[in-house]
Nanobody, 121 residues
Framework: EVQLVESGGGLVQTGGSLRLTCATS????????IGWFRQALGKEPKEVAA????????YHTASVKGRFTISSDNAKKTVYLQMNDLKPEDTAVYYC??????????????RGQGTQVTVSS
């Protein structure tokens, strides 16, 4: 059974940092791409970053470039999203998703439940 479990969300002030963790199981980690999405209240989900595990190719959406960094620990089958210089507009539920194809902004097959990130002004 494929499982993706997010952790690391919370409440932080503007300019602060958080590191989100996506722990995975139930599939061959190296065969997949993992994406981080966020969904603000009343809005559609938006992919913010993705990584192709096999070769480390990465993608970051323009609004987070220079502030967010996606990375993976293949031995732990875990993907991280380091978020720095957080802004109130980053407030959302963040979730990770997995798919065999590395196609940023395309639908993923599997997803986790999400973790809330709230940035206060």
């Amino acid at each position: 059974e494929v499982q993706l479990v997010e952790s690391g969300g919370g409440l932080v002030q503007t300019g602060g940092s958080l590191r989100l963790t996506c722990a995975t199981s139930g599939f061959v980690f190296e065969d997949f791409a993992i994406g981080w999405f966020r969904q603000a209240l009343g809005k559609e989900p938006k992919e913010v970053a993705a990584i192709k595990i096999s070769d480390g190719s990465i993608y970051h959406t323009a609004s987070v470039k220079g502030r967010f960094t996606i990375s993976s620990d293949n031995a732990k089958k875990t993907v991280y999203l380091q978020m720095n210089d957080l802004k109130p507009e980053d407030t959302a539920v963040y979730y990770c998703a997995a798919d065999r194809q590395f196609l940023p902004s395309r639908p993923y097959t599997y997803r986790g439940q999400g973790t809330q990130v709230t940035v206060s002004s």
